[in-house]
């Protein structure tokens, strides 16, 4: 009998503790943190800055601000688009505040030490950064790329563009990762449908005057002006294109280009110019309902990075409250396994090199008589979907993906 118990207790101690082992890991700290960094003082802060703290909350929201009766924090910070100050504060966001993913980013040099860090501390970070190395040689099981990259941009814009007759280029560059991205992709894109580049220059950020470079493009002929440059680059650049009367005689492309630039701009002067965005405002109900609650509490319209932030952090919680914890494995399991469905992808999934899928959108600005209403900017003129537009399986250079 007494051997009986003996087993009996045996077997259940088995049984708990097998029990135990099948249950999630729970969420740590009794406390779910996420880091927004990004650029808040800067040429970025108005495509990112707060606007994206903004976005996260309103995903917070969504869950009452609580999973399972662990309360949902969000920190934000400024890297001041410099990698060693933003690599300083995600470690210490990791190794002292205990956050468990870090979101936004901006700047690819930046992303790029933020990401590395990740990994190394088992860390989750989901970036807006745009080099297309992120989901190639530089991924990592702990990160993932959302917003658009330098292959999607190009590749969408290289297809429309020639379609369109332009056929010779001259690219404006911005002197660091994302704009040699930028322009490498861009040149493989445009190289096998017949289109030459005439010239390139390369830019150092927070450039005060682009008039020397323009004039370069000018002289070339080039019928398109490629400018891989981002934020207050942009706006500097059109408003001093304007100036010159450059958009008579050759076309702007804008491979990345916000609202915000737009609307610091006026459409007087931004007035036909060529974009790639990953986020339409007024698209449909879901995205104009989203605005609505973003602006109610902003008052500027989002831009693409603000609504992809809002999605990387949906889609994260989503995770946390499937599984149950915010163990990194587990909860970057389910963020593959669930669909992205919110206002800023329709019909997103993310891969096992970390790159999110989603459509991408080719517009031109619209003339001041073609808008009905503030925000109403975009004459949209493609639709890619994600499968065409981002990099495939086969093509990419992670090493997480099994060939």
């Not at 010779?168 to 992709?185: E, N, P, Q, R």
């Not at 994260?316 to 494995?329: C, F, H, I, K, S």
């Not at 389910?334 to 459509?359: C, I, S, T, W, Y």
Request: aromatic share 8%; glycine share 8%.
């Amino acid at each position: 009998m007494v051997l009986s118990i003996q087993r009996l207790l045996a077997a259940s101690l088995i049984a708990a503790c097998a029990g135990a082992l099948a249950q999630p890991a729970g969420i740590s700290d009794r406390a779910i943190r996420i880091g927004v960094i990004n650029d808040r003082s800067g040429p970025y802060m108005d495509a990112t800055g707060e606007g994206s703290v903004v976005a996260a909350r309103l995903a917070a929201e969504e869950f009452k601000n609580s999973i399972n009766g662990a309360p949902i924090e969000i920190l934000f910070g400024d890297h001041l688009n410099k990698p060693d100050v933003g690599s300083a504060m995600a470690r210490k966001w990791f190794d002292n505040d205990k956050v468990d993913v870090i979101v936004d980013i901006g700047p690819s040099n930046v992303g790029f030490a933020i990401v590395s860090l990740g990994n190394e501390r088992g860390k989750m970070v989901l970036t807006n950064s745009a080099s297309s190395d992120f989901t190639g040689k530089a991924c990592t099981k702990y990160s993932a790329q959302w917003n658009y990259n330098t292959f999607s941009n190009s590749k969408a814009m290289a297809a429309a563009a020639v379609k369109e007759g332009l056929d010779t280029w001259f690219l404006i560059v911005a002197d660091y990762s994302f704009g040699h991205s930028m322009s490498a992709d861009l040149r493989r894109e445009l190289a096998p449908r017949g289109a030459k580049i005439l010239g390139e220059v390369k830019v150092p950020l927070n450039t005060p005057d682009f008039t020397s470079y323009l004039l370069q493009a000018q002289a070339s002929g080039a019928k398109a002006i490629g400018l891989a440059i981002a934020g207050q680059d942009v706006v500097t650049t059109v408003k001093q294109a304007a100036e010159l009367n450059i958009q008579k005689k050759q076309t702007l492309v804008g491979l990345t280009v916000n609202v915000s630039e737009i609307e610091a701009l006026g459409l007087e002067t931004a007035q036909g110019l060529l974009v790639v965005s990953t986020f339409e405002w007024n698209r449909n109900k879901v995205t104009r309902d989203w605005t609505k609650r973003f602006t109610d509490k902003f008052t500027k319209l989002p831009t693409a990075n603000q609504a992809a932030v809002y999605s990387q952090v949906k889609h994260y919680l989503r995770a946390v409250q499937a599984t149950g914890t915010d163990e990194p494995g587990a909860v970057m399991a389910k963020m593959r396994e669930l669909p992205v469905q919110d206002a800023f992808a329709e019909n997103g999934r993310l891969r096992e090199d970390g790159q999110m899928l989603h459509d991408i959108y080719v517009a031109r600005t619209k003339k001041p008589s073609e808008s009905t209403a503030k925000g109403d900017y975009f004459q949209v003129i493609q639709v890619v979907p994600g499968e065409q537009a981002f990099a495939s399986l086969a093509d990419t250079a992670c090493p997480l993906v099994k060939k």
